[in-house]
């Protein structure tokens, strides 16, 4: 399957710990992209790489948030000093970048369910 | 708001067209339009997409009104494996701006 995966699924933590988090894109894709869910909403954009760098980041990843993408391929979402706030769905997609104006195609992968108590 | 509106939920009987709208009345005029759907578990998957014409592909169809303030999601024959939550995306470049989402229940 050479799909968008993202390890652990589930991950259950106590308030204040550290918990990080994996997205394997597609391999061909130079961009990846993290989004957050919460119960009963759409996705919500956090941030994005094209290859390495860090392109954009929402005003939602506060500074308790880091992500990584060190080769442009697999990349890291930490979360510090967890709070009960953080519990959501952590969604992470690829795409490969167009030219021009034509809209990309972004694949998801099935998500990091996030459980703070 | 960059967001969409979408009616909460819709249900439909199976073998019988399903048509979800979706208000996008800020959009811009380079913005496209996104549907992707959830199912339960799962990321969200691609249905189709457009910016200006109606659009067709072996999923779906997408009706785009001609101000471009609303479009509407064309199931043809909704099947069990339809019932998900629907999103509409305005996308500006790369960046998707999803809605709540119409959770769509099929009857059999």
């Known amino acids: 399957d050479t799909g968008v995966s993202q390890n652990p699924r589930h991950k259950i933590t106590k308030r204040g710990q550290n918990v990080t988090f994996r997205c394997d894109p597609i391999?061909?894709?130079?961009?990846l992209y993290w989004y957050r869910q919460t119960l009963g909403q759409g996705p919500e954009f956090l941030t994005y790489?094209?290859?390495?760098?860090?392109?954009?980041k929402s005003r939602l990843l506060s500074d308790r948030f880091s992500a990584e993408r060190p080769k442009g391929s697999f990349s890291t979402l930490e979360i510090q000093r967890t709070e009960q706030g953080d519990s959501a769905m952590y969604l992470c997609?690829?795409?490969?970048?167009?030219?021009?104006?034509?809209?990309?195609?972004?694949?998801f992968g099935p998500g990091t369910r996030l459980l703070v108590l | 708001d960059a967001k969409t509106t979408q009616p909460n939920s819709m249900e439909s009987n199976e073998e019988e067209p399903v048509h979800l709208p979706c208000n996008h009345s800020?959009?811009?005029?380079?913005?496209?339009i996104h549907w992707y759907r959830q199912l339960p578990s799962q990321g969200p998957e691609y249905v189709i997409h457009?910016?200006?014409s109606n659009v067709n592909n072996r999923m779906a169809s997408l009706a785009i009104a001609e101000d471009r303030k609303s479009s509407t999601l064309i199931l043809h024959r909704a099947t069990l494996r339809d019932a998900a939550v629907y999103y509409c995306?305005?996308?500006?470049?790369?960046?998707?701006?999803f809605g709540s989402g119409t959770k769509l229940n099929v009857k059999p």
């Open positions: 997609a690829s795409s490969s970048r167009t030219s021009g104006r034509i809209p990309e195609t972004q694949y």
């Open positions: 391999s061909e894709h130079n961009r």
């Open positions: 800020t959009i811009s005029g380079t913005d496209y």
């Open positions: 457009g910016l200006t």
């Open positions: 995306i305005r996308s500006n470049f790369n960046k998707f701006y």
């Open positions: 790489f094209q290859n390495e760098a860090q392109l954009e």
